[in-house]
């Protein structure tokens, strides 16, 4: 249909859908969109914002615009460290996946801890400071600095674990999605992922058979986005 007005725009799209497209113009503008790399990123973030949407709509979460707005800043960190440091890039794949068993349980070392070793800091706490700065909410942002963590204890409202459940479900479907259709960073069949993440499904009362469900409701609509 074609649209001859911002009113008959925002009729067609709804208030919620009109604010996603303006927050993510408004955070490509700033991060930028012409450097190696970035289209990893934009990819990723436009994919976990969309799935972490849908998912907290699943499971009935209060706030499914705050639940967008964590997956599409969680890795808002990694352009910045892209820009300071020439090197970045090699590990830039890593950033964007998720943590694996092995690092979880320390048998490897985590993207968290390749970068901190690297450049005292890391993509999180990056994309913590970001989130403050643009006065999103405090559960948006304490989401963003832990969500290459497992241990929902670590966050101190309810509101809060849920989002960071949904977030580092999101994180895991979007990876898996991206993965399988030519990204670079490996990762976990469902079974292995929701065994090492019990807590994140007991927190919003799903089992590990309902990732694979999520993704295939997801698939589709992220690889037309792409």
């Known amino acids: 249909e074609k649209v001859d007005s911002i009113d008959r725009a925002l009729s067609l799209m709804g208030m919620s859908n009109f604010n996603k497209i303006i927050l ?13 790399g970035i289209e990893n990123f934009w990819d990723h973030s436009m994919a976990v914002a969309t799935i972490a949407n849908h998912i907290a709509m699943k499971v ?9 707005t964590a997956g599409l800043f969680h890795d808002c960190g990694v352009p910045y460290l892209m820009k300071k ?4 890039q090699e590990i830039s794949d890593f950033a964007l996946g998720v943590v694996s068993s092995q690092a979880l349980s320390g048998a490897t070392k985590s993207i968290i801890g390749i970068e901190d070793e690297r450049y005292k800091t890391h993509h999180c706490a990056v994309g913590y400071i970001v989130a403050k700065s ?5 559960h948006v942002h304490q989401s963003i600095w832990y969500h290459h963590y ?6 101190v409202t309810p509101e809060t674990k849920r989002l960071s459940a949904i977030l580092l479900l999101a994180d895991y479907i979007g990876t898996h ?13 469902e079974s292995e992922w929701s065994a090492a993440h019990k807590d994140i499904l007991l927190e ?23």
Not at 177 to 189: A, H, Q
């Open 134 to 138: 643009w006065n999103l909410s405090p």
């Open 24 to 36: 993510a113009s408004s955070l490509k503008e700033t991060l930028g969109s012409s450097y190696p």
């Open 60 to 68: 009935g979460y209060e706030s499914p615009e705050s639940a967008y």
């Open 204 to 226: 919003i009362h799903l089992q590990a058979e309902d990732i694979k469900d999520l993704r295939e409701d997801m698939v589709d609509k992220i690889m037309a986005a792409v």
């Open 85 to 88: 440091y020439k090197d970045y």
């Open 177 to 189: 999605i991206l993965f399988l259709s030519g990204g670079k960073c490996p990762v976990e069949p």
């Open 150 to 155: 497992v241990h929902l204890n670590v966050h």
